[in-house]
């Protein structure tokens, strides 16, 4: 083999190597988001449920452990259940996810029946505390500007946090033009024109 050849071989071998390395490392550590977490954020957001009336639709995790979750909206499912939306509040920690709150099961001696969840009316939403905050700074939304006769929809990035009925400053994903909205609910904030 010639020298030539080696050296090319060599070379090709080094690059190849931080490749190879970052491929064979292990991915980042992933915790489970427990019953009894979703329970939690229910009770903060003033809807009361025990952590056996949690059933996940799929396996849901989080890149912190006991990653704080906030509850976006929930509304009546089928039969006797409630779907609820909920997301931690550090947004990079987990995506989205819902669950499904029913009653608790008669079999089990340790479920209180008082504590079987309040069921909204049909498409009802549950009622969300004025001072939970449902954007925060940085978090995209979409701003509504009404009339009368118009109505028109931009895609916007909220500039500060805020609750339900707040107004808060937003740009344009262009980040040439500022505005003021109120916060409907987390993502959409409305301005009249």
């Known amino acids: 083999m010639s020298l030539r050849l080696k050296l090319n071989l060599t070379v090709a ?11 064979i490392a292990q ?3 992933r915790f489970p988001i427990s019953p009894q977490s979703v329970a939690e954020a229910l009770a903060s957001a003033g809807v009361s449920a025990a952590a056996s009336q949690v059933r996940f639709l799929s396996q849901v995790t989080s890149t912190v452990e006991n990653s704080g979750l906030e509850v976006m909206h929930a509304s009546k499912w089928t039969g006797n259940s409630v779907k609820v939306e909920l997301r931690c509040r550090d947004h990079h920690a987990c995506l989205p996810f819902y669950v499904l709150l029913g009653n608790p099961d ?3 001696p340790r479920v209180s029946r008082a504590s079987a969840i309040a069921l909204p009316q049909p498409g009802a939403l549950v009622p969300i505390p004025a001072t939970q905050v449902l954007m925060r700074d940085g978090d995209p939304a979409t701003l509504v500007f009404e009339s009368s006769a118009l109505r028109i929809t931009m895609p916007v990035i909220c500039l500060e946090s805020g609750g339900r009925g707040q107004k808060i400053r ?8 500022f505005f003021k909205g109120e916060i409907v609910q987390a993502g ?6």
């Open 13 to 23: 071998l080094l690059t190849l190597l931080p490749l190879v390395t970052a491929a």
């Open 27 to 29: 991915p980042a550590a």
């Open 106 to 108: 008669a079999a089990d």
């Open 188 to 193: 959409l904030l409305k301005a009249t024109l």
């Open 170 to 177: 937003v740009v344009s994903t262009d980040h040439k033009r």
